[in-house]
């Protein structure tokens, strides 16, 4: 216990006397965060290296290990494994890190990096082999080993990246689940991931002293990265050691709190149809600042709600198997109940609107496009046969049921091809609902000019291109919708048609092939 006690003290003092020197650092050589961006909460550039800090912070007392001779040292020393592990992963992180605190990279390569680091514990040989679930018993994962241990770490380290959005969240986040992490370490006499955790909590503390509201200096990418990647590999390590008491599972709930905010972000992200990486101001601090709380009041109701969840997961493993299950349970309706409460119902429902006008736009560009090129390909001479192909590729493109030209109530032209130049008799429902049996589309549509009516529920606009000849479209098929934009291109193209004196090539059905279109 005393090696604990010094790791602890020599990583906060470190922390408390480092962390305002690259505060003051970091303002001279401008690295700072400024406050631009709709998801920044803060108002004045802040420094952002407080990472760098905890790093050095922890690794001092470990390192301090070699010349400490006793068992724990000698316990540590000795675990080559995770030595290599918490070495290797750090330093990709914290150079991928740094960098992206100081130069901003692309979440792509970040995630590259945190899934090298992943794959470097799971080469020294940490990893998930066993989840344990409660009335179940343990679960061998043999293959599935690696793909799960590397989800497990990208799933933390961005959990708690993606939590460091209010002064002194992640970090109080952090020194409640490393600390409870640390109590079952102890308990289960895995020393070497406790003297890990609690060396990173005394670190995190240090830190938490210029990071509370109002913070002044922030933790970074590096710092939110790092902390991530030390909870995943201690749970990890902690699981190998003795998965009958300590389940990957048990983790999962110590971290449910940053991770039941990720889960969310992926939601509304996916549903929304953008990148999952983007930011957005809608994670937990985001819908308790709408609720009218200040950042002290939602820093206080995420504190008090983190400490419940540690301690459910600490009766969850020192329980029997029954109050274990019904603490896993009970995480639902908890879940079920922040979903309300944050207004995540409304979130998502909006997410999943704006999904469908993204891809409405997207379509409407590429119509757009697509019309573009027939217009220019309009202004040019054409023969009848290159005009009327011209025009079947604009019907099936821009996805109309029908389109057919008229000349004095006779058919003359019609995509898809009609018999006899004739369109099927169909019935017409009138704007009063009634219907009229067995009416050509012609003798109806003759009496009208823009003006949509029905035909089997569909649509139908016509327009007027000169005297006596029409332009008819069947709105768009099955669930698709006549968009303003679809009827935008189409009076382009029939004002285009005006513009070209094809009366005589609808009119004449002699000698049509050798016809041209001015």
């Not at 600390?179 to 020393?191: C, D, R, S, W, Y």
């Not at 890990?196 to 909590?201: E, H, N, P, R, S």
């Not at 999952?276 to 308790?288: E, K, M, P, T, V």
């Not at 513009?499 to 009119?507: A, L």
């Amino acid at each position: 216990m005393r090696t604990f006690l010094v790791a602890f003290a020599v990583s906060l003092l470190i922390s408390l006397l480092l962390t305002p020197f690259l505060r003051d650092l970091s303002i001279r050589r401008n690295w700072v965060d400024a406050p631009v961006g709709g998801r920044k909460i803060h108002t004045k550039p802040i420094p952002r290296l407080g990472g760098v800090a905890i790093i050095i912070s922890m690794i001092v007392p470990i390192l301090g290990l070699w010349a400490w001779d006793n068992r724990l040292s000698l316990q540590v020393t000795n675990d080559i494994p995770l030595l290599y592990s918490f070495f290797g992963g750090t330093a990709i992180l914290a150079l991928i890190g740094i960098w992206d605190d100081l130069y901003n990279l692309r979440a792509i390569v970040k995630l590259g990096a945190q899934i090298c680091a992943a794959l470097v514990v799971f080469m020294a040989g940490i990893q998930i082999e066993v989840v344990t679930l409660p009335l179940y018993g343990p679960i061998y994962l043999g293959i599935m080993s690696l793909p799960i241990t590397v989800f497990w770490f990208v799933l933390v380290i961005n959990a708690v990246n993606l939590i460091d959005g209010m002064d002194g969240l992640a970090g109080s986040v952090v020194v409640l689940s490393g600390a409870t992490l640390f109590i079952m370490g102890v308990i289960e006499e895995n020393n070497v991931a406790a003297l890990l955790l609690v060396a990173m909590v005394g670190a995190s503390l240090g830190f938490l002293v210029f990071n509370l509201n109002p913070a002044s200096i922030f933790l970074g990418d590096t710092g939110s990265m790092f902390l991530g990647f030390v909870l995943a590999l201690a749970a990890v390590h902690s699981s190998q050691k003795s998965y009958t008491l300590f389940s990957i599972v048990s983790a999962f709930m110590v971290l449910a709190l940053p991770i039941f905010d990720l889960v969310m972000a992926v939601s509304r992200r996916f549903l929304s149809g953008k990148p999952l990486f983007s930011a957005d101001q809608h994670h937990i601090h985001h819908q308790l600042l709408r609720r009218g709380l200040s950042q002290r009041q939602s820093m206080g109701m995420l504190f008090l709600a983190a400490l419940f969840l540690e301690g459910l997961a600490l009766v969850s493993i020192y329980a029997d198997d029954r109050i274990a299950a019904i603490c896993m349970i009970a995480m639902l309706p908890i879940a079920f109940f922040a979903v309300r409460f944050l207004g995540y119902r409304q979130v998502i429902r909006k997410a999943r609107s704006n999904n469908i006008m993204v891809q409405t736009e997207a379509e409407s560009k590429r119509r757009l496009s697509f019309m573009k090129d027939v217009m220019a390909q309009l202004k040019g001479e054409h023969t009848y046969d290159e005009f009327v192909s011209l025009m079947e590729q604009t019907s099936e493109t821009l996805c109309w049921k029908q389109a057919f030209v008229t000349h004095k109530e006779r058919v003359v032209w019609a995509w898809p091809d009609s018999k006899n130049g004739e369109m099927e008799e169909i019935s017409l429902e009138t704007e009063s609902g009634d219907l009229e049996p067995k009416l050509t589309p012609t003798q109806k549509l003759a009496q009208i000019l823009q003006t949509p009516i029905h035909i089997q529920d569909q649509q139908v606009y016509s327009y007027s291109i000169v005297e006596d000849l029409e332009f008819h479209v069947v709105q768009l098929s099955e669930e698709q919708v006549f968009s303003p934009m679809d009827e935008a291109l189409l009076i382009m193209l029939v004002q285009m048609l005006r513009r070209q004196e094809i009366v005589m090539h609808f009119q004449s059905q002699k000698e049509p092939h050798n016809s041209s279109l001015a």
